[in-house]
């Protein structure tokens, strides 16, 4: 199975998710948007959409309707992912991949009420693909569930999982190890101290949590498969 993981920036890899898609034979490919978050302009062209069979759409530090920072490329890639949907290939769709999939098929993305940190754990409709948890969490914005979309999962902050098709958005990072997370503290450290956060605790707490991580990370991915996408 072909797959692409589009990476938004130099520290959006697949980690775990791409290591988990690859135990069952997806060959993923790399597309990254942006070569430098400091200056968020791109006009590199998004493949075909009938190209893959699969597509992960991973994080990224902005917001999806932050046009000032992102406009040159957002809108394209709403489109490419409503292509792809709509193709019938399958959409796996990671915090602001997660956004970017509501977007395209109609949801809503805003400010949530609160941001969210840290290992934290969800209330879900498929325990036995998508797992409670704890999963890791750093972001600021929430998703609505598009119409005729089925929400899977929830916190009291709002939505966590919606299924629609072969399509699969989470608010959530499956793909956080011990290793990417310590690009991105070295990337925004300061911004989770500035929030209250014990960065030193957290590593650890990562690195105590990382094996039942990895296997809840590829629990979610054969659900994904084989009850989502259908592979």
């Known amino acids: 199975m072909r797959g692409l993981a589009v990476e938004h920036d130099p520290t959006g890899h697949a980690a775990l998710v791409g290591k ?3 135990r069952r034979g997806v060959e993923l490919e790399p597309f990254r948007v942006v070569a430098d978050v400091a200056n968020p302009v791109s006009d590199r062209e998004f493949p075909d959409p ?3 069979d699969l597509v992960v759409v991973l ?4 917001s999806v309707y932050d046009d000032a920072r992102i406009g040159t490329w957002i ?8 292509e792809v949907h709509e193709a019938g290939a399958a959409v796996l769709g990671v915090c602001f991949g997660g956004q970017v999939l509501s977007a395209a098929l109609g949801g809503t993305v805003s400010r949530a009420p609160a941001p969210e ?18 999963w890791f969490q750093w972001h600021y914005d929430r998703f609505t569930v598009p119409t005729g979309a089925t929400e899977l999962a929830r916190n009291a902050n709002g939505s966590q999982a919606f299924r629609e098709g072969r399509s699969l958005g989470l608010q959530f990072h499956p793909e956080v190890d011990g290793s990417l997370l310590g690009e991105w503290i070295g990337f925004g450290g300061d911004e989770l101290r500035a929030h209250g956060i014990d960065v030193d605790a957290l590593v650890a707490e990562t690195a105590r949590i990382e094996s039942s991580a990895v296997h809840r990370t590829q629990q979610l991915v054969d659900w994904f498969l084989e009850d989502v996408a259908e592979q």
């Open 59 to 62: 994080g990224a530090i902005w």
């Open 50 to 52: 009938g190209d893959y």
């Open 20 to 22: 988990a898609l690859e």
């Open 75 to 82: 809108h394209r890639e709403l489109d490419f992912v409503r």
């Open 117 to 134: 940190f840290g290992w934290l754990s969800i209330d879900t409709d498929e325990p036995d693909g998508l797992s409670p948890g704890p």
